[in-house]
């Protein structure tokens, strides 16, 4: 598609989001298409142009990456409560949810990380 | 044939995220088993999060300086590093192998980290490790209570597998170091057709449905196959299965991690507390077989 000049379609497209990576395509395809690096490259310059349209997979990377820039670690409780809040989605999965804090799976706060400022610079270096 | 496992294995641990959490049980049973094993693991120190899907899905120049800086540092250490989530696995290893081929890489790597970095050592996955450095007969001399008549389904999903010329320890259409490693456990391993399947675990927060149906047809293929349980290596696939699994309580698959498993072999006791924060209860499944 991008080589016939539908550029936008696929830039705007929810197909380059619901991709899970799971790395098939390209280990599989007989051409040895990189459809992989393909896939990251359109997610890349689809969020740059400001033309991604599927929020729920936008806002979990958005969250995903401001957490390790705030704690150089990721915290998970609150990579799904703010992913929740954003999505105004607050009642799905609710009692598993529960059921893993009860199980300690997921840490109430986040760690300490003394090296924080050395992911922060990497963070605003790599935005240069 | 030595009964003794190699004593000079040494690794730099790298646990990554959700082992501190999610998945603690699966750090404790890695670091309980390695040193059974003889593997020796000194945690890479002020380790950072490899970025993950959401690294590399939003800018790969982040994604490749956030794996790199775990990377420079091990090389610090003079040391390999040892990895059990595949996706850190996947992240450490495309890393390193953009910036072995290319200066310009490592030199951005060393201007925003400000760590010196030649892409020398390795990166490997735990499973790598145990059935190709400690040897699956080392670890057969360590089995103390066969896992006789469990009935498991070995499930490798993506990173373990895919794609081989970065990750590859085995095929990645039909891998059998899991099988194998179960095998010398004494349990009983079926053959499926669902082993290196996506499970949807990079979706399971952002896209529920998609994740669903995903889990629901792996689910269902193990079952066909006379499984009782799920056997993985990776965090994020254990906990989609267990999270999008359908149906009640009673009828759903237990998921173990693999060292979960060769800790029930070993005899290790601590096993108990691991599989007690699993979301689907492995108690019954393992009464019934006498563990």
Sequence with gaps: MVQMGLQQQVLTSATIWFCADCQTCATRCPSEVDLVKMMDILREISLREGLAKEHRVTDFHRIFLDNIRQWGRQHELSLILKHKLKTKDLFSDLSSGVKMIMKGKLKLLPERFSEIKKVRDIFKGAEE | MSQQPSVNLKYAYYPGCSLQSMAREYDLSVRAVCSHLGIELAE?????????????????????????????????????????????????????????????????????????????????????????????????????????DLKLAAYYGCYLVRPPEIVGFDDPENPQCLDTLLEVLGAEILDWSGKVDCCGGSLS?????????MVTELIEMARQAGAEALVTACPLCH?????????????????????????????????????????????????????
């Excluded at chain 2, 999060?49 to 990377?71: P, V």
């Excluded at chain 2, 990895?83 to 890489?105: F, G, H, T, W």
């Excluded at chain 2, 693999?258 to 096993?271: C, D, H, P, Q, V």
């Design chain 2, 44 to 148: 890479l120190p002020d380790w950072n999060c490899c970025g993950a899907s959401s690294g590399h899905s939003t800018s790969r120049r982040l994604a490749s300086a956030l794996a790199g800086r775990n990377l420079a540092l091990a090389e610090g250490m003079k040391m390999d590093i040892a990895v059990a989530c595949p996706a850190c696995y996947i992240r450490l290893r495309s890393a390193q192998n953009e910036m072995k081929q290319d200066k310009e890489q490592r030199d951005e790597l060393m201007r925003l980290t400000e760590l010196s970095y030649q892409a020398k050592y390795g990166t490997r996955h735990m499973l790598d490790i145990i059935v190709n450095s400690v040897g699956l007969e080392n670890l057969k001399s360590k089995v103390v209570k066969p896992l006789k």
């Design chain 2, 205 to 213: 927060l952002s896209k529920r449905d998609i994740a669903n149906q």
């Design chain 2, 239 to 291: 906990v989609n299965l267990e999270m999008r699994q359908s149906g009640g309580n009673g009828h759903k698959l237990p998921v173990f991690y693999f060292t979960e498993l060769i800790g029930l072999a070993m005899g290790l006791t601590e096993a108990k507390f691991w599989l007690r924060r699993h979301l689907i209860s492995p108690s019954g499944l393992l009464n019934s077989v006498g563990l």
